[in-house]
């Protein structure tokens, strides 16, 4: 962990600037938080600022309300989650959670002003204002005027350089990591660069351009990569299969065969599916058959999950990992017929009680809990294209920004 953390500064009788991720999905009516999994993951952090007599203000964006006051994006649903969630924890402190119907201006500063130690304000959504996402100056410096101390805790936002996350803290200083973001940024920075090996990456999804990046980059640094999800049918067809009516990119089969030959370089075992399950449509109630990789498929099927063959291979090679990250869906996840290869990662990674686990992305992080295996993994991320940025080795502003140790 190269930058400081929250632990490492004097909180008390400070106003601490917390930047989290509370984009939380909502009922249609905007009224209620239908998953407060965001709140939960930074509850640590906040808890420590309260704990050490910090003054603490939450920020957060919600949603897309393009640059002006939307009350469907209001985050004033959160504040009733978060005193319920705070409430719950039995501490020596009393919690507060006050509420600013802007992010700056003059409500905004005095209810910061106002803030005694141990409580909490929560402004409203960041991108209410056009000048967050543009990381104009102005506004990057009238939310640091707000507190003395900034810390980023949300590793979702951290590849996006907006005022909150890196505009900030030319303003405010120190700029450190919460618990969260520090999690983040041990357990990914220790897989790219120090991994325990075997060195296993899953890496699903539809398609081949959303993860070149990341193929890329993991070549030079797992001992095993698995490729499965829509974006397995690509690299069949640089092989020479026909995959009938399945996801294929055509513009991307020469990217495939680079991978192959880039993993047959560096002595990378890559593995790709040694059969699928085919169905006559893309409907939960197709008809569906085992198939082997080798055979052109019939031209009016397609493949929607891997086959039994490669669930025993991938969880063979998953037992012996010491190391295992995995970003993105086997199948059609989203039907339960063709989850089954999602759901037989989950359930070899989570067996694998030896190794370091490393789960990214909205379907594997889905498949683990709705298979009840999330207490069985080391880390699930919170960040979706933050994670995928980081494994195909960007630099993250929102990370770059925090102050070095």
Known sequence: MPKLSIRDIDLANKHVFIRVDFNVPLSEDGSTITDDTRIVATLPTIEYALRHRAKVILA?????????????YSLRPVVDRLRELLDKKEDDYSINVAFSPDCVGEIAGELSRQLESGQVLLLENLRYHAEEEANDPAFSKALASLAEVYVNDAFGAAHRAHASTEGITHYLKPAVAGLLMEKEITYLGKALESPE?????????????????VLENLLSKVDT???VGGMAYTFQRALGVQVGKSLLEEDKIGTALEAIEKAKTKGVQLLLPVDNILADKFAPDAKTQAWESSRDFPADWQGLDIGPKTIAQISEVLSTARTIVWNGPAGVFEFPRFALGTNAIAKAVAANSAAISIIGGGDSVSAIKKAGYADKVTHISTGGGASLEFLEGKKLPGVEAL???
């Open 60 to 72: 957060s964006h919600l949603g897309r309300p393009k640059g002006k006051p939307n009350p469907k």
């Open 197 to 213: 090996r075997p060195f296993v990456a899953i890496i699903g999804g539809a398609k081949v351009s959303d993860k070149i990046s």
């Open 225 to 227: 990569l698995v490729i």
């Open 403 to 405: 102050t070095n140790k």
